[in-house]
């Protein structure tokens, strides 16, 4: 009798002919009400939406910000130079380090300057780390010896002061330039530094210029340095000269441009394997890096990492869908008797079928759009303590608000469907 009771008034009640389309703003505002009056339900649904896009926004925003800061460094030593390292040394059967070995001399520097016509700017130097002391303070950093091309080859010139002289890297003048790190440590940030002397392994030298800032490249600070001439670092600090000539622990080759660096490149390992006696198949007693080639292999690397990275951001999308769905479906359970009274007073199946997907996609939009603000929000605050370029991808935050719309959509056609096909005589009998 019951089940009669309700066809009758499924029939008294619901006139096909009257149903008319929703508007969609009635539709929104529908479905906007049904998510307010489940607040904590709905913040909890959106929360896999959130984390999901703010990880996407934030570790592209990352990825590409360390990118950039890495290749303006690494620009600014010039992306058009060559670095040629000396061997490694061997102690019994264990191989040290690249330049740890006496293979390459001031003469082969000269001799690339002189006989390689894509070499324009040549520049040797020596590198080893030591004590420095200025009254009461000390201070352990690195200590270049150079010669008068250095500054040209790593664009890097005096902020105060001046570099040493052709006479004074003659005469192995005992004066240095220091980096800005070294300067604060020792002599402070405010100091008059011009005349100052240091003591670098017991031996006295006069400052007479203080290097622009460079900033860090990776671990390694690159105002943490002191040059002195490299006649003076190879008779008083290193002294450990080649048979013949002054040994150095690399060589830089600038040309001017990126083009001609291949050129370069094979001029200078010619030369070199000649000078060494270096003949097939014996291995070459040094080692070039191209800065053009580790800009590239870098980006490179930053890039798969960053795909790996957001790839598995990804999976947050993932089940942030699932949680749509599965609530989403609860919903439909939950409000069987309310659809069964919409389409007994003339809601038609698209109708509903609209409700429960706009649920869904209103969902999933203000999750993506709250994930958006909080990657940005997350990538500035990284870019700001770890000191790197700040960047937002545009296309990254038009992926990401394309995920969330899809998210939705995708999550929640099965529950809208599911609503839809409701029969409504069955729906108004459930509890």
């Not at 690249?98 to 040549?122: F, M, R, Y």
Request: net charge neutral; proline share 3%.
């Amino acid at each position: 009798m019951l089940k009669n009771f309700y066809k009758a008034f499924y029939s008294a009640v619901y006139k096909p002919k009257n149903t008319r389309t929703v508007p969609l703003l009635e539709i929104i505002s529908m479905a906007a009400e049904s998510l307010w009056s489940n607040k904590l339900r709905t913040g909890l649904t959106m929360l896999g939406v959130i984390i999901g896009i703010s990880s996407v926004i934030a570790i592209t925003s990352v990825g590409q910000g360390v990118q950039k800061g890495v290749e303006q460094q690494i620009q600014a030593l010039g992306t058009n130079v060559i670095q040629i390292l000396a061997g490694a040394a061997r102690s019994g059967n264990v191989r040290q380090g690249v330049g740890s070995s006496s293979t390459l001399t001031w003469e082969d520097a000269k001799a690339i300057a002189s006989q390689a016509p894509s070499a324009d700017v040549v520049s040797a130097y020596l590198q080893r780390n030591a004590q420095v002391v200025y009254g009461g303070q000390n201070t352990s950093t690195t200590i270049y010896g150079t010669d008068l091309n250095y500054s040209e080859v790593r664009n890097t010139y005096p902020q105060e002061g001046r570099y040493f002289t052709q006479e004074e890297l003659d005469t192995s003048a005992q004066v240095a330039i220091l980096g800005p790190t070294v300067k604060n440590t020792l002599l402070g940030q405010n100091s008059n530094v011009m005349g100052e002397k240091i003591r670098i392994q017991g031996e006295a030298y006069e400052v007479i210029g203080v290097m622009e800032p460079k900033g860090s490249q990776g671990p390694m600070d690159r105002d943490d340095q002191i040059f002195i001439p490299l006649t003076s670092m190879s008779g008083r600090l290193v002294g450990n000269n080649a048979l013949s000539g002054i040994s150095v622990n690399g060589i830089l080759v600038k040309s001017s441009n990126e083009q001609r660096l291949e050129a370069a490149q094979f001029q200078v390992t010619n030369l070199l394997r000649l000078r060494h006696n270096i003949y097939p198949p014996q291995a070459d007693d040094f080692r070039l890096t191209n800065q053009a080639d580790i800009v590239n292999t870098f980006s490179n690397v930053v890039g798969l990492f960053t795909i790996m990275i957001v790839a598995i951001a990804g999976i947050s999308l993932v089940v942030g869908g699932i949680g749509i769905a599965n609530i989403m479906l609860v919903s439909v359970v939950e409000r069987t008797r309310e659809i069964g009274i919409r389409k007994a007073v003339g809601a038609t199946n698209s109708a509903v079928l609209n409700q429960f997907l706009s649920e869904a996609i209103m969902i999933s939009i203000i999750g993506g759009s709250i994930g958006i603000a909080s990657g940005i929000v997350i990538a500035f605050a990284a870019a700001t303590i770890f000191k790197f370029p700040f960047v937002i991808s545009f296309l990254a935050v038009i992926a990401g608000f394309g995920l969330s719309l899809s998210v939705g959509l995708v999550a929640g056609v099965i529950p809208a469907r599911n609503a839809a096909k409701l029969d409504p005589i069955t729906a108004l009998r459930s509890d």
